[in-house]
């Protein structure tokens, strides 16, 4: 099956830092992808849709300049946590549409930042 | 609005008997369904998905039913067993375009021994 990679897969910073994480389809051309959060014990919270050289659409409550996305390639997805403070401190997935195939999502195994 | 509600937070199954989640949807325009499987601390897993044109969709162990008119659908698992203990989402798409999909809050399966 389709493969998406994560990485890191888990990062500890300090307030005040940005903290980039990069979401790769690995064998297959990814148009779409989409970045969710999971706290604890709830569901997956849908942060974003990432599509290929052009901009991010967000969800409503979710802020642009804080969570930066940048899909510059058709494998690459990128989401920098800007300024982080402990409230960002979540588990954030990423999952990619195979470009052109059915709509089934495939999803990274997911990185754990934790904000000091 | 919820769209898709998995209105079973948790259920518990003995080893070897059949597991049934259940998802229903609200949005006509839904027509393609999908089961992801998690771990905790780790990404969902694609299970086995289903079109709106058909109402059955099986492989191995596990069978997806779709009954459109009542906007049900089910995922069975038989036999059950220990490693499937983890939360079901259900998702929904309508293929209108570059849309994400929508998911249920999840049930936590636990298969007992």
């Known amino acids: 099956g389709a493969v998406v990679s994560q990485h890191p897969s888990r990062v500890i910073c300090k ?9 790769r389809s690995l064998d297959f051309q990814a148009t779409t992808m989409f970045w969710y959060r999971q706290f604890p014990k709830q569901s997956l919270m849908l942060m974003a849709t990432s599509n290929e050289g052009s901009k991010a659409t967000y969800e409503q409550g979710v802020e642009k300049d804080k969570f930066l996305i ?7 997805s990128t989401l920098t946590v800007t ?27 997911g990185t754990r930042l934790l904000v000091l | ?32 369904f999908l089961w992801y499987k998690k771990y905790p601390a780790e990404g969902p897993t694609f299970l ?14 596990f069978t997806v039913f779709l009954n459109k008119s009542a906007k049900h659908l089910s995922l069975h698992i038989v036999p059950s067993q220990p490693g499937d203990s983890a939360v079901y989402f259900c998702a929904a798409s309508a293929r ?13 399966l636990s298969v007992i021994a």
Not at chain 1, 70 to 76: D, G, I, V, Y
Not at chain 2, 96 to 108: A, E, M
């Open chain 1, 15 to 23: 307030s005040g830092t940005s903290v980039k994480i990069e979401c």
């Open chain 1, 70 to 76: 940048n899909h510059a390639s058709l494998t690459l």
């Open chain 1, 83 to 109: 300024s982080a403070h402990p409230e960002d401190s979540s588990f954030y997935i990423c999952s990619a549409r195979e470009t052109g195939g059915p709509e089934t999502q495939y999803f990274g195994p």
């Open chain 2, 1 to 32: 609005d919820q769209q898709v509600k998995q209105n079973s937070p948790s259920l518990s199954v003995q080893e070897g008997r059949i597991s049934i989640l259940n998802c229903d949807y609200t949005n006509s325009m839904f027509d393609y």
């Open chain 2, 48 to 61: 086995i998905s289903i079109s709106s044109i058909k109402d059955k969709n099986e492989d191995g162990r």
């Open chain 2, 96 to 108: 209108s375009g570059n849309t994400p999909l929508v998911f249920g809050k999840g049930t936590r």
